[in-house]
């Protein structure tokens, strides 16, 4: 390709960028860890990318890591025009789903085609959690709030009124990706019940 | 390993990603793309492992982008003890240097040694910029701010009072990682000195 044909599959690659660094405006339930303000799903999603480099070998034997890191850098993207659905909202989880298809067709459209379609694969690939990539992505997904609320006696748990039972649909995710993380998950589940954190 | 193996060395593992959730606190010179506030590191680093995926054709043949990305999720953790320098002030990025490296000893030398080793050399390479991957790594990094200003009416640059000469010398940091990235850089520049938004 010569310089210019760059430049033109260049410009609609800039029209993506753009457009997802609103995702850095994308509020979350969670705080960070030090409970300072709420997490944006920008930085959430460069925590996970971080999470499943340096908790890798929690994976299952063979999970493609660095597949893993660009599921994830993605993963929350259709966020942008669907907004962040809490997870123990039930109703909203499952009125949610058709905004987020039209979203990925939307941002991921942005795109030059060739390039379109695998970013939405690697999405449809998260939602679905069929293959050992999207199911230790997705546990990592489920661990962060718990890990945040945690480190905060609590945080939005008992804000939205949230039970252990809630959260241990969760940990199951999380088991399913990664049984040692699930195991410290369900851990944290337990000591934020003894402590009075979480509602049994 | 057993499980009991596992979670000794995740603990080692959970240091360190709840110390550096402090990089969502490390606030950058640059706005988001919309102007409304300051951008903090975390989510600059998203950002551009984002990037990374989506210009890939713009780095040269053979670079391994997933490394690419991996760099970028840590190229900024140092900044968590050692502060953000703004990159047109040469005696503070100088004084820096020292900082920035005993902060990679302390944070990433918080993992099991075989880890942090090879996210130390990631940082390393990336600061060194010898390779092709470092080169594109620091393209992308360079890219984003003036990116940032270009859309909001030039920016922090008239804030700081920074000229074309000092952001071209960053333009041919851009260049030596992508020659396609370096000429659109090169035309931001241009734009934004007949608009009167960056001093000639
Ligand atoms: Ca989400």
Redesign the pocket.
Known sequence: MTIAQHRDRLDAQLAFVVEIDKLKRVIRRNTLIDGSRREN?AEHSWQLGVWALVMAEHAPEGTDIDRVVRMLLVH?IV?IDAG??FIYDRVAVEAQEAAERAAADRIFGLLPSDQAGPLRELWDEFEARQTPEARYAKAL?RLAPIMANHHNDGGTWALYKVTASQVLANVAIIEEGSPTLGAYAHDLVETSVLRGHLAR
């Open positions: 799903d929350d966020e962040d659905t997904d």
